[in-house]
């Protein structure tokens, strides 16, 4: 159960924060704090789902955009990542993100040295103060049934296939096959699942 009060904050929080007005849990899920939402700044209207019994645990930041979306499907679990959203990041039932793992739909800052450098010096003017650009992000989709080990980064317009394993501190930059297992930097195919794995995994 939630638990989240008619105020939205949550009864167990650490944080004195809330659960944005645009962010639906399901009864069955649970979020640790709402810390996570420090970053959330979506003004969608219905901006964030987590669905029945996933669960999101501390150190889980939600940085997202005024036009990003994010929804975590059913039993889906996030320990401690950090979602980087401008345009839309799925995570599907059962999928699990380890720890410190960042999963970024794009860049917050230009390539070019020059654009850097003067967005960099803006910093101190705003408030909040940090780098909060406008920016078409390219969707992330991690599969049903997917497992990304820790530290690994995923980055934009990515699709993790249903049930492929992302070795620890990869960094995925192309499309990962279903029922594959992919490591290093950048992210290649170690094998396919067998038969038997993906069997069982069902
Ligand atoms: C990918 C993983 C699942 C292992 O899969 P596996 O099928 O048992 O693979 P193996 O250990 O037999 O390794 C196969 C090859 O991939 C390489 N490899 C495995 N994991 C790797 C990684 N994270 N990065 C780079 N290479 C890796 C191995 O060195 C080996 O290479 P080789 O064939 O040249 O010797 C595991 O290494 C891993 O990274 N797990 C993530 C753990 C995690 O994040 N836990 C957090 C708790 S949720």
């Known amino acids: 159960m939630t638990g989240m009060a008619p105020d939205r904050t949550l009864p167990w929080d650490w944080f004195p924060g809330r659960v944005p007005d645009n962010v639906t849990i399901a009864q069955t899920a649970f979020v640790e704090t709402t810390f996570s939402f420090l970053l959330f700044r979506s003004q969608r209207a219905e901006a964030m789902k987590v669905g029945h ?19 975590l499907g059913k039993f889906a679990l996030v320990h401690g ?3 980087i959203c401008e345009a839309e990041i799925t995570i599907e ?3 699990l993100i380890s720890w410190n793992v960042v999963l970024m739909d794009s860049y917050r800052v230009p390539s070019d040295p020059d654009a850097r450098r003067e967005m960099v010096r803006r910093v101190p003017e705003g408030k909040p103060r940090f780098i909060d ?9 991690i599969g049903r049934a997917a497992w990304i080990g820790f530290d690994s980064c995923v980055l934009p317009g990515v699709t993790v296939g249903e049930g492929a394993v992302v ?5 995925v930059a192309s499309d990962v096959a279903p029922f594959t297992i992919v ?15 993906i069997a069982d995994g069902r």
């Open 133 to 141: 650009r406008p920016l078409a992000g390219q969707p992330i989709r």
């Open 167 to 171: 070795g620890a501190r990869s960094v």
């Open 53 to 71: 019994g996933a669960s999101t645990y501390l150190g889980t930041m939600f940085d997202v955009g005024r036009e990003g979306r994010v929804a």
């Open 81 to 83: 990542a950090r979602i």
């Open 183 to 197: 490591a290093g930097n950048p992210a290649r195919l170690v094998r396919r699942l067998t038969d038997a794995e």
């Open 93 to 95: 039932d059962y999928a």
